[in-house]
């Protein structure tokens, strides 16, 4: 189970002009729709939400991290990437890879 952080706390733990709030705000109002769409071809639901799980590979590269296995880790112990995750079950290093190399270059333009 993912812990999920309470807003209360995450006001005083994460400052207003954090970069990772301004990620979360600018990639919510972008279009999924080739995302989503490469999903769908599964047939299956992924264990992280797509959208959720591009927002963590943003935010990792924006961190200078691009190691899956220390996403995987990042997603666990750092309170901006379970922010993210927003109760979300944190990925493990197989399916950031997986996400990276496969849904990413089937819906990339």
Known sequence: MQLKIDEIFA????PADDSVRL????MEEMDYTPLMRAYK???RRPATNPVTMLKILVYAIMQGIFSSRAIATA???DINFIWLLNGEKAPNHSEIARFRSKRLTECAE
């Open 41 to 43: 071809r599964t047939g």
């Open 23 to 26: 990620l979360d705000e600018v």
């Open 75 to 77: 997603c666990r112990r």
């Open 11 to 14: 006001e005083r733990a994460i």
